[in-house]
């Protein structure tokens, strides 16, 4: 990994076994996963917003469960 760039993390090495072919195919596939996962939220965020504040207090609260537990 690139020395300037310690926190940037390519297809390369999450699937270094895949040929550059077939990394090029997995980013394409990733790319396209968070753009369907974008539009989601995007609809949410119109559609319906409180559901968004729901979520995330969900995930706070689980979060300080998790966080008990391991303590």
Known sequence: MPE???NEITVADLYPD???E???EAK???L???AVVKDIFEQI???N???LTELERRAMLRKER???RNA
Request: hydrophobic share 15%; proline share 8%.
């Open 49 to 51: 917003p409180e559901l």
């Open 18 to 20: 895949l040929s550059p």
């Open 32 to 34: 396209r996963y968070l």
């Open 28 to 30: 394409y596939r990733m």
């Open 66 to 68: 998790n966080n008990s």
């Open 45 to 47: 965020c119109e559609d």
């Open 4 to 6: 300037d760039n310690k």
């Open 22 to 24: 077939q990394q090029q």
